[in-house]
Structures are given as structure tokens and as C-alpha cells.
């Protein structure tokens, strides 16, 4: 019985290698040139370049949003390599902004109108990754909740 079941886990586990795998590889790279507003690739979660070769700044448009929801924002980067910041804009007004991020910051905020995230490199060279979710626990809250450091407008 023991055996059966170390043999279930094993083969859930091998199964969920590829998804996984899958998962990373579906993460689109940033497309340049993308240093203003009307250059800002469409998407929910990218991976990016930032801080190499004077590019320092990357924008991106997050469409199909529920303006009555929150939706987080998560930075995910090396901090050896680099220090990072964001905003979230409503249409050309900014609303949130990240102040010396750490890496995994998280915002969240409302975005009534069409969202756009402006990613700057504050410090060093690196890769990034940037996340936008709307979803929610059971209680109707956001998944994830402001870090500290973040201002709103
Ligand atoms: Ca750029």
C-alpha cells in the first residue's frame, strides 16, 4: 500500500514537471522598442531586459481588466544585479508607484482606466519579470496585498 502510493507521488510529481516547464516558457520576452507609452507591448506577465545599453525604461499595457477589481502588480528580480521600480498608470495618470523596490514587490490598486506598468531601472543591469493578476480568496480580497514602500496617488 505504502509502495502504491510512493509510486502515485512520483508519477504526479514527473507529470508536473512539464507543465511547469511549460509554464516558463509561455512567459513572453519584451519586445523593443518599448521606451514610451505608445510603444507598450500588450500583456499580463512578461520577462524583460532592463538597464543594458541606456535602455532604461520598458512599457506595458495590461488590457481586459475589471475597473471595479483590484488587480496586483508583482516585480520579481535579481537584486544583486540591479535595483528596480515601477508605475501603474490609469490612461496618462499615474497611480501607484514603487519607491526602491525589493524584488516580489507587490501592488495593488483599482485601475479604472486603461492600464498601462512603466518599468525602470533604477540601478544596474538584469532581468525581470512583471505579473498582473486579478484574483481573489474566498473573502473577496486581493491575493496579494501592497508591500511596504509603495506610494499611491
Ligand atoms: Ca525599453
Keep these: 500500500m505504502k509502495s502504491t502510493f510512493?509510486?502515485?507521488?512520483?508519477?504526479?510529481?514527473?507529470?508536473?514537471?512539464?507543465v511547469m516547464r511549460s509554464f516558463a516558457q509561455d512567459i513572453p520576452f519584451e519586445v523593443e522598442p518599448n521606451d514610451t507609452r505608445e510603444q507598450a507591448q500588450e500583456c499580463w506577465y512578461v520577462s524583460g531586459e532592463i538597464g543594458v545599453d541606456g535602455d532604461v525604461e520598458d512599457w506595458y499595457k495590461v488590457s481586459g481588466l475589471d475597473p471595479e477589481e483590484y488587480v496586483s502588480f508583482n516585480l520579481v528580480y535579481d537584486t544583486e544585479l540591479q535595483r528596480i521600480d515601477f508605475e501603474v498608470y490609469s490612461d496618462t495618470n499615474v497611480i501607484a508607484t514603487t519607491v526602491f523596490a525589493e524584488s516580489n514587490s507587490i501592488v495593488s490598486t483599482l485601475v479604472?482606466?486603461?492600464?498601462?506598468?512603466?518599468?525602470?531601472?533604477t540601478n544596474g543591469q538584469g532581468v525581470y519579470q512583471l505579473y498582473a493578476d486579478q484574483a481573489y480568496d474566498f473573502c473577496g480580497m486581493p491575493t496579494y496585498v501592497?508591500?511596504?514602500?509603495?506610494?499611491?496617488?
Design 6 to 18: 510512493t509510486l502515485v507521488v512520483l508519477f504526479v510529481i514527473l507529470l508536473s514537471f512539464p
Design 112 to 121: 479604472p482606466g486603461q492600464c498601462y506598468v512603466r518599468v525602470l531601472a
Design 146 to 153: 501592497a508591500s511596504e514602500g509603495c506610494s499611491f496617488f
